[in-house]
């Protein structure tokens, strides 16, 4: 019956040493595409006739990501925005032509519309943290 009990004790031991080595490497750090944060505002110039619209990309979580896709159906601009932050691929749009925003970062850029546009996160990678 103590050889029972020495064994499910070790046992329970072995699995929190498990779950709290789980909890420490993944879930501390567990980033995701909705730690990417798009915000945008009218910064009240008119450019090409347009109104100007700022636009600011946050990465909420300490870990970098990169290959950053934004849905940007129907974009349009005035205004340039230089490719290597916002590159117009169909309904998409890479940011930062696919390099890291940092954790904790933010870019912020400027396009010339009629309308605000809704840019949305649709897919990113992850560096581990």
Known sequence: MAAAALITNSFVVVALIVLISLLITKGYCACTLNDIHVGGARTGNMVGGK???K??????????????ELACKGFQTTEPVDISILNK?????????????????SITFYYSWDTPFTLIPVSSDIDPC
């Open 51 to 53: 109104p100007e619209w």
């Open 89 to 105: 691929q169909g309904d998409t749009c890479l940011f930062l032509s696919g390099n890291p925003l940092e954790g904790s970062n």
């Open 55 to 68: 636009v600011t990309v946050s990465n909420g979580c300490k870990c970098r990501q990169y290959n950053i």
